[in-house]
Structures are given as C-alpha cells and as structure tokens.
C-alpha cells in the first residue's frame, strides 16, 4: 500500500539559510498535518491543512510557513534557521470523514533536518 | 501540566506477559484517542484508535477509553521482544490538532 512519502529524508543547512520539505500524502488523503520531533522528545503538531486550506495551527514558529497544493502535496518552508530547528519533521495525512474529531493519521518517514 | 501525560518508563515486562500503558488528559473535551508505536530514529506507527468509552480489541491490542476519568490505556497481551519500542498516547485537541504524551518506552526481555 502507498504510504506518505517525504523529501528530503536527510538535510544539512547552515544557520540563518532557507531550507523546504516536502510531502507527498497517502493518494486521496485530504489532510495534510506537520509534526517537529526533536531528540527523546514526543512529536509536536505545527500546523495542518484541510482540503488546500489551512486547518490548525500549532506551535509553529513565525520563521516557517507551509501551504498544500492543487495535487495535496504540502511544503513546509523554513527561514532564518537556528540551531534549536534541528529536529526529525513528520508529514502526517488522513482521510478526513468527520471535522469534529481528529481522524487516524499515517505518518511518513519523516526529514531529520541538521542546523549547523 | 502537560495536555497529555504518560508515565516515561521505561517500562519492562517478560516475553509472553501483559504490558500496560496508560495516559491521562486534562481537555475533557477530546473525543478521538490514538496509540502510536515509535522505534529509535522511525516514524510514528498507528496502532489503534479509540473514540467510544470501553474497550476496544485488535489482535494483541487492546485500547481502553474512561472519558469520565479521562483516562486511555493501551494492553498488550503476550508481549514480544518486537514490541519493545516507545508507545506514544495522541488526543484530538478539536478540529485537526493532535497532541502526543511524551510517550512510554517498553523493553520486553526475552
């Protein structure tokens, strides 16, 4: 079975550069949800979009925008980096049946981002 | 308070026992409960979910709902040396934000 695919698995950036992940969700998964994992830490939801809109924000730094495109590809983009980024990020998706409670999510296998 | 507690462990248990994982939650308004299995440097792994009080079995799972004490467990029956992982508790917090407990890591010996 298809399963949620993210790129790059592995990216090395220097601080204060620009760095974009991007995720490609289980084929007709309408939600798209980001998750920043750092070392012995648990997952720590981002943000989320609904159907090419944004649904909820979580502790997202101002520095990182995301958006979710025509095809539900999403992209988490991420400017003037610090070495606290430094983090495994998830990409999440699920096929929504209801708004009212969050529904299972399939993680994919995530980008581990290194800030040097 | 964190959101969503769970005891850290780690959690140790012989091959062929029962491991129990609990959490708790403070928003009594959350209405959709995930357990997630993690091992070192993978991504998170559903492994149930939960939505009503009661019980709710899958193979050697079994996931445990309380609402009223806002409290949701995780049983594994017949442990295996595979199982040893971190198990994450996750709640719906509204709409689609999820909030993970910091997890619970079970070591099975065999």
């Known amino acids: 079975a298809a399963g949620v695919i993210q790129s790059p698995r592995h990216l090395i950036k220097e601080k204060r550069e620009t760095a974009t992940l991007k995720c490609y969700p289980i084929?007709?998964?309408?939600?798209v949800y980001w998750y920043q994992q750092g070392p012995g830490q648990d997952p720590q939801f981002l943000i989320s979009?609904?159907?090419?809109?944004?649904?909820d924000k979580g502790s997202i730094p101002d520095r990182f925008s995301a958006q979710q495109f025509s095809d539900y590809h999403s992209e988490l983009n991420m400017s003037s980096l610090e070495l606290g980024d430094s983090a495994l990020y998830f990409c999440?998706?699920?096929?929504?049946?209801?708004?009212?409670?969050?529904?299972?999510?399939?993680f994919g296998p995530g980008t581990r981002l290194t800030v040097l | 308070q964190k959101e969503v507690e769970q005891n850290s462990g780690p959690l140790s248990v012989p091959e062929g026992a029962i491991a129990s994982l609990n959490c708790t939650y403070s928003?009594?308004?959350?209405?959709?409960f995930f357990w997630y299995r993690q091992y070192s440097g993978k991504s998170p792994e559903l492994i149930m979910f939960?939505?009503?009080?009661g019980d709710k079995e899958d193979g050697r799972f079994t996931a445990q709902l309380n609402k009223a004490s806002q409290y949701v467990s995780l049983l594994i029956r017949d442990s295996q040396p595979s199982d040893s992982a971190t198990y994450l508790c996750?709640?719906?917090?509204?709409?689609?934000?999820?909030?993970f407990g910091a997890g619970t890591r079970l070591f099975v010996k065999a």
């Open positions: 928003d009594r308004g959350s209405q959709s």
């Open positions: 996750a709640v719906g917090a509204g709409g689609f934000k999820t909030i």
């Open positions: 999440a998706s699920s096929a929504t049946r209801t708004r009212d409670a969050t529904n299972e999510q399939f």
């Open positions: 084929p007709r998964h309408d939600t």
């Open positions: 979009f609904y159907e090419k809109m944004q649904s």
């Open positions: 939960i939505y009503s009080n």
